[in-house]
C-alpha cells in the first residue's frame, strides 16, 4: 500500500506536478501530483466532487489550473489551450456526451481527422473513409449518416470514443464513459478499451463502476476533496481504511 | 463530386456576372438598376452575417456600423486624396475586417451574447464618431460627386451595379468556400460545443477570428460604393437599423446552414421589399420584416432552406 | 474643467446613476441571475415610457401610471418566459443564437409598433414636478431628478431585500447557482424563473415612467440603453444587486463628466465604451461571482 506521491516512473509520459485549482473559495484540486507512463491504464476513483473532472479538465486543457505544470511526454504544457494539447495526442471523452448536435456521426468523426491527425495535408484529404473505418470499429457503421439525437445513450458514448481515437491520441482520457450503461454494455465498452490498451495507448479512466476499475486498471487513484487519498493496485487500494471510509461512510 | 460542383458553381457565377453587364448595357429603366443594386447589397450584407452567425452561431447585431464604417472609409478617402473606386472598396474592406477582428479579439473567448452586445456598442460608438467628425460631414452629411462614367457605362451608377453584382458573386463564393471546406467544419463544430470541439483540436478563438474578420470586411464592402451611389451621404441612413435587422433577418429567413440561404433571404425579402416601400410605408415594411423574423425562428428555425428540405421530402440534415 | 464644475458633475451623476440602476434592476435579475439573453429589456422600458405617456394623457401621474402599468408588464413578462421557455430553452442546441434573433425581434416590433402608434417625434409627461428645480447651495438640481432619484433607489433597495430576504428570493438566486439543487429541495426551477422573469418585466413599467420623467422618450430610444443597461448589468457582475446599484452610479458619474467636459453629442458613447472597457479587462464585473 503507499499513499501520496508513489514510486516515481522515469520516463513518464504524463507528468502532473503540485496542480492546485481553486473556483472561487472552494478548492477544487490541492497539490495533486501524477505521472503515468507509456502504455499505463490508471482508474482514478472517488465520491462526487472530489475533484476527478477538474483533474481531467486540467490535463485535457479545459482548465488552467491555478499553481502546478503539466508535462507531457516531456513537453511543458501546462498554459496550452485545449486545441493544441489534442494536437500532440491527448484526446478526452465528455462526462455528459458533447456530440457535436447538427453533424452527422460520419462527420463528427470527421472533425478531428481534419484538425489533428491531417492538419499539415494542405487541403486536408477526403476524410470520410477513414471517419466510416473508426465508426466500423466501434459499430455505428449503420448510423455513420444519422444524427447524434438519433442515437441510444451507449451509442453516444461510442461515438464519444470513436471522436477521442480519431484524433490518434497517446493518452486517452476517459470521464465516466461506462456511467448509465447496462452490464452488457459496460462490458462492450471494457472491450473496446482494452482492445485500444493493447494497441499501446495510455488511457486514464474515471468511473463510480467497480467492477470495470477493477478489470481495467493496473494502477488506481483515489481522490477525496481535492487531494489523492490513496494510490496503488486496485486490490490495495479498496482495502485502504481511508478509502473505504470515504465510500461507505464512517 | 466536390470538382464537379465547383464547376458549376463557377458557371453559375461567370452567368450572373455576364448577366449584370448585358442588363446595364440593354436596360433602359435607371430605376432598375437602383433597385438591382440594393438587393445586390443586401446579398452582400447577408452573406457576410452568415459566416460568422449561421456558421459559429455568433450573433452580430451591429451590421449597420460595419456597413457605415465602409461607407466612410470611402468618403474619407475622396475627400482626402480624390481616391479611385478599386482603392476605396480594398480600403473599406481592410478597415472593417480589422474591425472585425478587434470586436471579436475583445468578446470571442466569453460567451456568445456578449459579442453581440459588443456589436451593438461598436454601432453606436461608430455612429456618435461620425456624427462628430466634422471632415466626413459630421450629422449634416457630405455630398458625392460622381466620376464621368467610364466607356461602356451608359451611367455611373450601371458601374456600380456591375461592381456590386461582382463583390455579391465574390462574397457568396468566399462563403461557400469556408462552408465546405474544413474550416466551415470547424466552426460548426464550435457551434455546436466550443469544449468539445476544442478537444477534438480545433483552435475555436482562432477560427472565430477569422470568420469576424471575413464577415467584417465583405460588409464593409457591401457599404463602400454607398456614398458615390447615393451621391450622398449622412450618418442616419448610413447607421440605419434597417441594415442590421435586415442582415441578420435575411439569413435566418432564407436559412443559415448553407451558403444558398442568405442568398434566397437576400433576393426575396430585399426585392419585396423594394416593391413594397413604393405601396406602403416604410415602417409597415420593417415591421413586416421584424415579424417575419420572429415567426421563423420559433417555426421554421431551418428557414426557408429547411422548409424546402422537408417538403422535397428529404431529411433536414443541419 | 474647474473643481465645482467637477463637483456638480458628480452630484449630478450619482443622482442620474441610481436611475440607470433602476432601468437596469430587471436586466440584472433576467440576464444576470436567469441566464436570458434579453436583448428586449430597453425596449419594454421604452413601452413601458409610452404607457405611463398615455395614461397621463388622461390625467394620471406617470409614476402612478408606472405602478399601474406593473401588473400587467408582471403578467406579459409570466407569458414571454413560459413562451420562449417552451421554444428555445428546452429544446436545447442552437438556442443561444436563436433565442438572441427571438428577443432582438420583439425588440425591434415593439419600436416599430410604437413609431407606428406614437409616431417618431419626441414625447414628455407632466406632473407638478416636472420643470421645477431645487437649489442645492450654488447648484440647482431639476426636482424631476430628485423624484427618479428617490423612486429608483426605492425600487432597487425593495428587489434587493426581495431577492434576500424572502423565501421565492433566496430560490431565485439559488435557481442561478445551481439548478440541480433547487429541484432537490422541492422547488420547480422553471416556474422559480418564470416568476423571476415577470418581475424582471414588471420593473420595465416603473423604470419605463421614470424614463420619461426624467427625459422625454421616442421610440429609437431603447438602443440607446442597450448600452447602458447591459453596461450597468455586466459592471454589476451578474446579477448582483448592490453591484447594479454602484455601478450604476459609475457609469452615471462617467457620462455626467464627459457631457460637462466634451458636451452632449459624446454621452451616447460613455456606456457603450464602459462596456467594451469592461468586457475586455474584467467581464465578471465588479462583484461577479
Not at chain 3, 97 to 102: D, I, N, Q, T, V
Request: overall charge positive; some cysteine; aromatic content about 8%.
Amino acid at each position: 500500500m503507499v499513499r501520496e506521491g508513489g514510486p516515481q516512473v522515469s520516463a513518464a509520459l504524463l507528468e502532473v506536478t503540485g496542480i492546485t485549482k481553486r473556483f472561487g473559495g472552494f478548492v477544487a484540486l490541492s497539490d495533486v501530483s501524477l505521472a503515468l507512463r507509456a502504455g499505463e491504464r490508471l482508474g482514478i476513483i472517488g465520491p462526487n466532487g472530489s475533484g476527478k473532472t477538474t483533474l481531467i479538465n486540467c490535463i485535457a486543457g479545459a482548465l488552467r489550473g491555478d499553481a502546478g505544470s503539466i508535462r507531457f511526454d516531456g513537453v511543458d504544457v501546462t498554459r496550452w489551450p485545449a486545441h493544441r494539447r489534442a494536437q500532440i495526442g491527448i484526446a478526452r471523452s465528455f462526462q455528459l456526451p458533447r456530440p457535436f448536435a447538427s453533424m452527422t456521426l460520419a462527420e463528427n468523426v470527421a472533425v478531428p481527422l481534419e484538425y489533428v491527425a491531417h492538419r499539415h495535408s494542405l487541403h486536408r484529404a477526403d476524410v470520410g473513409a477513414e471517419a466510416r473505418d473508426l465508426l466500423r470499429k466501434m459499430g455505428l457503421q449503420a448510423k455513420a449518416d444519422a444524427l447524434p439525437a438519433a442515437l441510444t445513450q451507449v451509442d453516444l458514448r461510442k461515438l464519444e470514443l470513436a471522436r477521442a481515437l480519431a484524433a490518434r491520441p497517446r493518452l486517452l482520457v476517459l470521464d465516466e464513459v461506462m456511467a448509465g450503461l447496462s452490464p452488457a454494455e459496460v462490458d462492450e465498452v471494457l472491450g473496446i478499451v482494452l482492445d485500444l490498451s493493447s494497441e499501446g495507448v495510455t488511457i486514464v479512466m474515471i468511473e463510480h463502476i467497480m467492477r470495470a476499475i477493477m478489470k481495467f486498471s493496473e494502477r488506481v487513484v483515489c481522490l477525496d476533496a481535492g487531494r489523492i487519498l490513496a494510490q496503488g493496485t486496485p486490490q490495495d487500494v479498496v482495502r485502504d481504511t481511508g478509502v473505504q471510509k470515504v465510500y461507505i461512510g464512517d | 463530386m466536390r470538382m464537379g460542383r465547383w464547376k458549376i458553381f463557377f458557371a453559375g457565377a461567370i452567368a450572373v456576372l455576364g448577366g449584370a453587364l448585358l442588363l446595364a448595357w440593354f436596360v433602359d429603366n435607371e430605376y432598375f438598376f437602383f433597385a438591382g443594386y440594393v438587393v445586390l447589397q443586401f446579398v452582400v450584407l447577408a452573406t457576410a452575417w452568415n459566416i460568422l452567425g449561421g456558421y459559429a452561431g455568433y450573433v452580430n447585431f451591429g451590421s449597420g456600423a460595419f456597413f457605415a464604417a465602409g461607407a466612410y472609409t470611402a468618403v474619407a478617402l475622396v475627400k482626402a486624396f480624390d481616391a479611385p473606386l478599386i482603392i476605396q472598396l480594398v480600403a473599406a474592406a481592410g478597415v472593417t475586417g480589422l474591425m472585425g477582428f478587434a470586436v471579436g479579439a475583445m468578446t470571442l473567448r466569453l460567451r456568445g451574447i456578449f459579442f453581440s452586445i459588443a456589436t451593438v456598442a461598436i454601432a453606436v460608438i461608430c455612429e456618435t464618431v461620425v456624427l462628430n467628425w466634422g471632415y466626413v460631414g459630421g450629422a449634416r452629411g457630405a455630398t458625392m460627386v460622381q466620376p464621368a462614367a467610364p466607356a461602356g457605362f451608359a451611367t455611373y451608377a450601371r458601374l456600380l451595379f456591375v461592381a456590386m453584382a461582382l463583390i455579391a458573386v465574390l462574397a457568396v463564393a468566399l462563403a461557400r468556400y469556408v462552408e465546405i471546406s474544413w474550416i466551415g467544419r470547424g466552426l460548426r463544430a464550435l457551434r455546436d460545443s466550443e469544449e468539445a470541439a476544442e478537444s477534438a483540436g480545433v483552435p475555436t478563438l482562432r477560427l472565430k477570428l477569422l470568420a469576424a474578420t471575413l464577415s467584417g470586411a465583405l460588409m464593409g464592402l457591401a457599404g463602400a460604393p454607398f456614398p458615390l451611389y447615393m451621391s450622398f451621404i449622412e450618418p442616419t441612413s448610413a447607421f440605419s437599423l434597417n441594415y442590421a435587422v435586415s442582415a441578420l433577418a435575411m439569413p435566418i429567413i432564407g436559412g443559415t446552414a448553407s451558403w444558398i440561404g442568405p442568398v434566397i433571404g437576400a433576393l426575396l425579402l430585399g426585392s419585396a421589399q423594394q416593391l413594397v416601400t413604393v405601396t406602403l410605408s416604410s415602417e409597415l415594411n420593417v415591421l413586416v420584416l421584424g415579424v417575419l423574423l420572429v415567426a421563423f425562428v420559433v417555426a421554421a428555425p431551418d428557414g426557408i432552406l429547411g422548409l424546402a428540405r422537408k417538403w422535397s421530402g428529404k431529411a433536414v440534415r443541419r | 474643467m474647474s473643481f465645482e464644475l467637477l463637483g456638480d458633475a458628480i452630484v449630478a451623476g450619482v443622482l442620474l446613476g441610481c436611475f440607470y440602476a433602476a432601468v437596469s434592476v430587471g436586466l440584472s435579475v433576467a440576464f444576470g441571475l436567469l441566464d436570458v439573453p434579453q436583448i428586449a429589456h430597453p425596449a419594454f422600458l421604452v413601452l413601458g415610457a409610452y404607457g405611463a405617456y398615455a395614461l397621463n394623457r388622461i390625467g394620471i401621474d406617470p409614476l402612478l401610471a408606472g405602478a399601474l402599468l406593473t401588473p400587467a408588464f408582471f403578467v406579459a413578462g409570466l407569458a414571454v418566459h413560459r413562451f420562449y421557455h417552451a421554444v428555445f430553452e428546452s429544446r436545447g442546441s442552437d438556442a443561444g443564437l436563436r433565442g438572441l434573433a427571438f428577443f432582438f425581434g420583439i425588440a425591434f416590433i415593439v419600436e416599430v409598433a410604437l413609431i407606428l402608434a406614437f409616431g417618431v417625434d419626441q414625447r414628455a409627461v407632466d406632473a407638478a414636478y416636472i420643470g421645477k428645480s431645487f437649489a442645492l447651495g450654488e447648484m440647482r438640481l431639476p426636482l424631476r431628478m430628485l423624484v427618479a432619484f428617490g423612486v429608483a433607489l426605492l425600487l432597487t433597495v425593495v428587489l434587493t431585500l426581495y431577492l434576500s430576504g424572502t423565501f421565492t428570493g433566496r430560490a431565485i438566486k439559488a435557481v442561478a447557482q445551481d439548478e440541480g439543487a433547487l429541484a432537490l429541495m422541492g422547488a420547480d426551477p422553471v416556474r422559480i424563473k418564470r416568476w423571476a422573469f415577470g418581475i424582471a418585466t414588471g420593473t420595465c413599467a416603473l423604470a419605463g415612467a421614470l424614463l420619461i420623467i426624467v427625459t422625454p422618450v421616442e421610440p429609437g430610444l431603447g438602443r440607446l440603453y442597450i448600452g447602458r443597461t447591459f453596461c450597468v448589468a455586466v459592471l454589476a457582475g451578474l446579477g448582483s444587486m448592490p453591484g447594479t446599484l454602484v455601478a450604476g452610479i459609475i457609469l452615471g458619474i462617467a457620462e455626467s463628466v464627459v457631457l460637462t467636459s466634451f458636451g452632449a453629442s459624446w454621452a451616447p458613447a460613455v456606456a457603450f465604451g464602459l462596456l467594451l472597457l469592461v468586457l475586455a479587462v474584467r467581464p465578471a464585473g465588479l462583484f461577479g461571482r
